[in-house]
């Protein structure tokens, strides 16, 4: 499975990287809104540090104007990924850049024939968003196991990439069901690490180490 980071703050995807647990980087425009810098900053300062995949949200559902940023956005990079909504307008430009040869992320996606959809346009990947769902009382993970389902039962190309992650037990699920991919923030990557069990065998090791004759 590969773990993309869902962030736009590039101080916290060179943490990531040095963790050697970066394999790409997901934004959307509240996450570029966030860092409060011009969006053509955020991209090369992404660009410049992360050689995998990277998806950049176009800013409109307007067709044409969707196909002239993804156009521009996929020209800044061979990683970039362009990331469309899952709307009529998107899953045109989706088969667009799939017959262009441009990478897609659809997102946005809360249903399996959402999911459906976007496989037969082509997209690169999609993005099913698990904890909005979780927080309107539906079963996010419940989706993950379908669109995997449906994937499985036709060959289609498309990756699962579990988007709106909220913990580690998300990340854990999307593993279990096959998913390709778990986009997170950086906070529930370093939750990964942590069990007690760990810090507690770790101290007794090492106060043990202090009993040992160093000659
Ligand atoms: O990048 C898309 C997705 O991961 C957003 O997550 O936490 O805003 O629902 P969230």
């Known amino acids: 499975m590969q773990f993309f980071i869902d962030t736009a703050d590039i101080g916290q995807i060179r943490e990531a990287m040095a963790m050697g647990m970066c394999d790409g980087v997901t934004t959307n425009p509240s996450l570029v809104a966030k860092t409060g810098k011009p969006f053509k900053t955020v991209i090369a300062e992404i660009l410049d540090v ?3 995949p ?5 800013t409109t559902d307007e067709f044409s104007e969707m196909m002239a940023q993804a156009r521009q956005l996929a020209d800044l990079g061979d990683n970039v990924v362009v ?3 899952l709307t009529k307008p998107g899953l045109r430009a989706c ?3 799939f017959d262009e040869g441009i990478a897609t992320n659809v997102t946005l996606c809360f249903s ?3 999911a459906l959809l976007a496989a037969k346009a082509g997209a690169t990947y999609i993005s099913p968003f698990v904890g909005r ?3 309107v009382s539906r079963d996010g993970m419940g989706l993950i196991e379908r669109i995997c389902t449906i ?3 036709y060959d289609f190309e498309t990756q699962v990439l579990v988007a709106s992650v909220r913990h580690p037990q998300h990340v854990v699920e999307a593993a279990l069901q096959g998913a390709h991919v778990s986009t997170m923030p950086l906070a529930v990557l370093e939750k990964m690490f942590n069990h007690p069990l760990t810090d507690i065998g770790l101290a007794k090791f090492m106060a043990d180490w202090t009993k040992v004759p160093k000659e």
Not at 54 to 58: A, D, I, Q, R, T
Request: glycine fraction near 4%; include cysteine; aromatic fraction near 4%.
């Open 50 to 52: 992360v050689p995998g």
């Open 54 to 58: 990277v998806s950049l949200e176009v």
């Open 83 to 85: 990331k469309l909504p």
């Open 95 to 97: 088969r667009t850049c």
């Open 112 to 114: 399996p024939s959402q």
């Open 133 to 135: 769902l979780d927080d």
């Open 151 to 153: 994937y499985e039962a």
